[in-house]
């Protein structure tokens, strides 16, 4: 594929300490567009210092703003990719040697993620597969949300994936993902996507105590099921955290409904 085909885009807001590794690590060849959200920081001069076209709107959302970024997309191909991810060399050098046949419309692409120091190969974090390259136009965008606390696809603004308009296929290279820099940052990162999960879960407090009878075997499975044991102590960390996630959105949804009530 040539590299002048593919155009890619990344979502910001502060993301000066990450937006120039991010594009460096692109085919330097390709156009990059740089959606930003008002960054207070030096992030949209430091895009453009890596000859990236950075537009500036306001924050609308995880699902709208990549809707609206991937629109100025001219090429025929697009990439998604976040400010905290680096494209690899050998994901670099798959996309060069890639020549989609014309049924193939879009490639997940597996996500390697750092978590203190380490990449981490269980718990459900790898593969990782998300759709990041599709033709531009064929893939729309949705959030989605536990179905545990009600929800379903589309009824929210995060963990927003893309649906192709057609069929997929799979790179084997990964994109590599420094998200975790610290427990702190990770914590962080669990309150406000709970709290933001909360607004559009439907959760009863019958849905919220089914959420939590289910934790433990939720950590089980992800622990020995999904091999992360094998990561040690950041296995069973991370195999816990994600075992509340439900049931913490659940319980902050249920709460946040009983005081609208009152």
Known sequence: MRSADITFVVLTRNEAANISACLNSLLPESPKIVYDAGSEDATVSAAQACGATVYVEPWQGFVRARAAA??????P???MIDADERLTAELRYELHALNPPPSVVAYTVPRRNWFLKKWIRGAGWWPDRLVRLFRSGKARVVGQIS???GGRLGDTDIHERWIPDGAGAALQAPIDHF??????A???KFAEYTKLESRHLVATPARAAAAWG????????????RRGIFDGWRGVYISGASALYPAVAATKSWRLRSQMWK
């Open 179 to 184: 998200s975790y820099p610290s427990l702190d």
């Open 214 to 225: 289910i934790v433990p075997i939720r950590f089980l499975w992800l622990l020995f099921g």
């Open 186 to 188: 990770y914590r962080k």
């Open 70 to 75: 991937a629109a100025h997309v001219t090429t």
């Open 77 to 79: 191909w697009t990439f």
């Open 147 to 149: 179905a545990q606390g």
